[in-house]
């Protein structure tokens, strides 16, 4: 079943403002204590 899931797999396309923003949140989740890795792993 993961075998077909990667093969099907279209990622989103993830431009320079994009970055910035996901850096940005990552930035402002670790001031807050945080961890910014989904669902804290």
């Known amino acids: ?7 099907e797999f279209d990622p989103l396309p993830f431009d320079a403002e994009g970055a910035t ?10 001031e807050a204590n945080r961890d910014p890795t989904p669902l804290g792993r």
């Open 21 to 30: 923003r996901d850096g940005t949140l990552v930035a402002l989740t670790l």
């Open 1 to 7: 079943m993961l075998g077909a899931a990667i093969v």
